[in-house]
């Protein structure tokens, strides 16, 4: 696995960790922004509430992690069918 994850470009593999940092912090975020509307007594249940939208947050986080991994995977499999770059002779050119 290890030679093959080196097959993957470097660009690709930066992405990937944007992409794994972003699908983490981007849901916590947009959750605490949204806690910060439930105050008690406006809210009929802020404390339910808020566990909600921790669990949503969770939720979402490890789906957009799955997502990532699949495309992890499918740039593993790519590179793997490709195969290492092997350069060959050249052509001979036609002589008149």
């Given at each position: ?65 799955s997502m990532v991994f699949t495309v992890a995977l499918g ?22």
């Amino acid at each position: 696995m290890g030679r093959l994850w080196n097959q993957v470009s470097p660009a690709i593999k930066r992405r990937l960790g944007w992409a794994c940092a972003g699908s983490v912090a981007v849901p916590w975020v947009l959750a605490e922004l949204a806690k910060t509307s439930f105050q008690p007594g406006l809210a009929s249940d802020p404390d339910r509430t808020m566990r909600f939208i921790d669990i949503l947050a969770m939720s979402v986080g490890v789906f957009a992690l799955s997502m990532v991994f699949t495309v992890a995977l499918g740039c593993v499999l790519v590179a793997a069918m490709k195969g290492p770059a092997y350069l060959g002779d050249a052509f001979p050119a036609d002589r008149p």
